[in-house]
């Protein structure tokens, strides 16, 4: 099965709302998580990514959070521009991994003007 | 540009004849990954090297499919006698790691499209 996957297939926001993104993974071991954004035609793009001793890390416009004890993340991006539109994957990346990203399914996010 | 580069970006076969991409990736970093990408899913880990040194190919599809990075710069996967479920993005990443841990990002080339016949 997945170890890690998105709530929901695609995302419609209009310009200028915040966008939320929300993944799950099923190991509670896992230590490590990387948010990747990817546009048409180009490979995944490292956007941010938290370890399990912190809960927030905020970035440029995002701010993913991490609840360990139901094993959630999200993504937010503030005030979204139409160059936000993408593919958007969480991918779990921890040590018993060796730190290679397993990737779930994506979000496609939708920015309408 | 100095992003990692995969050639060719494109590629059409017939299903049983043997291809070969090739990925350049980003001056002086160590590692570096495949991956294989099929339609509305994330990326499949394939196998990654660090500098010559291929350290994981248990992900590899098949025994039909290799890769090599004769040199630790460029590197190489072939696929063997192609099938039709072999058609996918093949994606390749670079990272400038040099010790064990989460401390170096990925940076992923734009990948090779492969359609078998």
């Known amino acids: 099965g997945e170890s890690v996957g998105l709530h929901l297939p695609t995302l419609s926001v209009q310009e200028g709302d915040n966008s939320i993104i929300n993944c799950a993974y099923s190991n509670s071991a896992s230590d490590y998580f990387i948010w990747y954004k990817q546009e048409s035609g180009k490979g995944p793009q490292f956007i941010i990514d938290i370890r399990s001793n912190m809960d927030k890390r905020q970035g440029q416009r995002v701010t993913v959070l991490l609840n360990k004890t139901v094993k959630h993340l999200s993504l937010q991006i503030a005030a979204t521009q139409p160059g936000d539109s993408a593919v958007y994957f969480c991918a779990d990346a921890s040590s018993g991994g060796s730190y290679i990203p397993t990737f779930g399914r994506g979000t496609s996010l939708i920015v309408h003007p | 540009d100095t992003g990692v580069s995969q050639n060719p970006r494109h590629k059409i076969t017939k299903r049983g004849q043997n291809v070969t991409f090739r990925c350049d990736p980003i001056s002086e970093h160590n590692r570096l990954y495949w991956y294989r990408q099929t339609l509305g899913q994330g990326p499949e880990f394939l196998t990654y090297f660090q500098n010559e040194a291929q350290l994981e190919k248990s992900r590899l599809l098949s025994d039909r499919f290799s890769a090599e990075r004769p040199k630790g710069s460029f590197s190489t996967l072939e696929i063997q006698r192609t099938e039709q479920g072999d058609s996918a993005m093949y994606l390749c990443?670079?990272?400038?790691?040099?010790?064990?841990?989460?401390?170096?990002?990925?940076?992923f080339g734009p990948g090779t499209r492969l359609t078998v016949l």
């Open positions: 990443a670079s990272s400038p790691r040099k010790e064990r841990g989460p401390t170096d990002t990925q940076y």
